[in-house]
């Protein structure tokens, strides 16, 4: 399979007062399309800085991150936001989802950033809420959503403009154990059938049966 | 809303600060620009139209002995004392001009002619002087400095910036409230307006105990003179950069919480992708959408307030050349206000969103 992410000796030295604090350390993982990975640890574990850096939102200390086979680690931090959009698709605890904009809106907005035109935005917003099963609250607002059809409107934005890699922070935490599970589905799905490559950065154990891969990282390391 | 308000508030401000500064400068040199005349010739150091000294009334002769002049006249422009129907006096402005000419004469006629103060104690008044001197008719016999004169013609909207009531009479009879043998001004037409500078020089050689100034040249001394030599200007100017600077004060502090109250769309827009540039496009929006409505609420007010401002005697001069600057000041003051929204989502951290 192809390999869609990879890192190799990935390490996040944070300076904190004069104090080096070492949030990741040395980590290297593959992630190819159509695969689940789950990365597990405790809290604290560097899970969040790792995921960040994946995602081209931090930039390791050393090692090197590539993406689609280049090597995005050490360019520009004006280059990173380029990256993000065209490869990545990004599912939040908090859904983070624009409270002003409908569920539509809310994926036109990344469509928009991608650069499409507008008439093709609604139509293919509208196509991903119908492919999470949304498509009858394609007019609604975050507020008039429950929980997990806010996390699945997260997941339709996410899938827009076709990024290669999904990166999921704790996509479960703020759902109940049925929309988790759902949820999870979902994200089984995009990796399987769609041919994403999928991340996950989840406490969830339930995560562990849909995942082709576990790593565990504990004190920043990973622990296989 | 609180924009809004602020951007509306500093408008109305500024555009009344900016437009009364221009409506007295008009007043100052209102008479200048309507007399049809290229050049003029007063008193040595004079510093503006309406603190003359007198100068020979015979240097008319050295104006009119010179190629290039097409004809020459006098002016005299003075005080004088009239005596109102209740038994109290007002001190009023003298203009004397040469009926013949018609060269300094009231243009704005609304009752009577110019012409009708040929020929006798006559005088034209400006409707403006109501306020202070009654309702004005004509046939009506005034005494102005002792002399009592008639009134046969009103003009409207004639005021210089020192506010007092102008009269306006023939040239021959204002000589009898001025010293003898003296005028205020000698202007002059010049036949070929592209010599106007040659003559001006000429002028200036030869009458070197007198000033000589071409029309935009007298205008431009006397709004400087106001402007600056009195402090006025600088008082308008600085009420004006104050309504800007509140304005764009109220601006910043609401854009920029505006901008703390959307910070985590702030930062998962960037985390998605969105550049920095995004972000300023949409700050910039906010700032250039309010500017636009806060500035079209702040000219409509001050439109529906003109007249009842101007009725209180103050002129307010708005016209679209006024309007379009200040339009692009107030959208700049918005846009320079966003500064702090700016810089926070510049250094604003993308992982914020990772953290909940």
Not at chain 1, 198 to 204: E, G, N
Not at chain 2, 331 to 338: G, V
């Amino acid at each position: 399979m192809d390999i869609a992410l990879e890192t190799k000796d990935v390490t996040k030295i944070y300076r904190q007062g004069g104090i080096e604090v070492v949030a990741v350390e040395g980590v290297s993982l593959s992630l190819e399309a159509g695969m689940v990975l789950l990365i597990m640890g405790p809290s604290g574990s560097g899970k969040t800085t790792l995921l960040s850096m994946m995602g081209c939102i931090l930039q390791p200390t050393s090692g090197t991150v590539r993406v689609d086979k280049g090597v995005v680690s050490g360019l520009s931090i004006d280059l990173l936001p380029d990256i993000r959009k065209k490869y990545f698709g990004f599912v939040f605890q908090s859904f983070n989802l624009f409270p002003s904009l409908t569920a539509t809106e809310n994926i036109e907005v990344i469509l928009r950033l991608k650069g499409w035109k507008k008439a093709d935005m609604r139509e293919t917003a509208v196509g991903l809420l119908d492919a999470v099963g949304l498509k009858q609250r394609a007019g609604f607002y975050p507020r008039d959503l429950s929980g997990g059809e806010k996390q699945r409107v997260a997941f339709a934005r996410a899938m827009a403009g076709d990024p290669a890699i999904i990166l999921a922070d704790e996509p479960t935490a703020n759902l109940d154990s049925k929309t988790g599970n759902s949820v999870l589905e979902l994200l089984k799905d995009m990796a399987e059938t769609f041919g994403k490559a999928v991340a996950i950065v989840s406490h969830d154990p339930r995560a562990e049966a849909l995942a082709h891969r576990v790593v565990f990282l504990e004190d920043g390391r990973l622990r296989q | 809303m609180t924009t809004l308000m602020g951007i509306t508030f500093s408008t109305l401000l500024t555009i009344t600060q900016i437009g009364m500064y221009f409506g007295f400068m008009g007043n100052a040199t209102m008479i200048i620009r309507h007399t049809d005349a290229d050049v003029w010739v007063a008193s040595k150091n004079i510093q503006n139209f309406d603190f003359a000294n007198p100068i020979p009334e015979d240097r008319i002769n050295r104006v009119r002995a010179l190629d290039g002049v097409e004809s020459a006249d006098r002016i005299i422009v003075w005080w004088g004392f009239l005596k109102l129907p209740s038994g109290g006096q007002e001190q009023v402005q003298i203009v004397g001009f040469n009926p013949d000419s018609g060269i300094a004469a009231p243009w704005a006629m609304i009752e009577g002619d110019a012409y009708d103060v040929k020929g006798g104690r006559y005088m034209i008044v400006d409707k403006t002087s109501e306020q202070r001197l009654g309702k004005l008719k004509l046939g009506q016999v005034w005494e102005l400095t002792g002399k009592k004169f008639k009134l046969v013609g009103i003009s409207e909207g004639i005021k210089t910036f020192t506010t007092a009531p102008l009269v306006f009479m023939s040239y021959n009879q204002s000589k009898a409230f001025f010293p003898a043998n003296t005028a205020t001004y000698v202007v002059a037409k010049i036949k070929d307006k592209g010599r106007l500078g040659e003559v001006v020089e000429t002028l200036r050689a030869t009458m070197k105990d007198n000033d000589v100034y071409t029309k935009g040249e007298f205008v431009y001394k006397t709004v400087m003179y106001w402007t600056v030599q009195t402090g006025m200007g600088m008082g308008f100017f600085l009420t004006a950069i104050l309504g800007l600077t509140v304005g764009g004060v109220i601006v910043g502090q609401t854009i920029y919480a505006n901008t703390m109250e959307h910070i985590q769309e702030f930062g998962t827009l960037k985390a998605i992708g969105a550049k920095n540039s995004d972000l300023y496009k949409i700050i910039f929006t906010q700032a250039g959408i309010s500017a636009v409505i806060g500035f079209a609420a702040g000219s409509i007010i001050i439109l529906l307030l003109k007249d009842l401002i101007e009725k209180v005697g103050v002129t307010l001069y708005l016209s679209f050349w006024l309007f379009v600057p200040m339009f692009f000041i107030i959208l700049l003051t918005c846009l320079l206000s966003a500064y702090f929204s700016i810089r926070k989502v510049k250094m604003l951290d993308p992982v914020m969103v990772f953290r909940g």
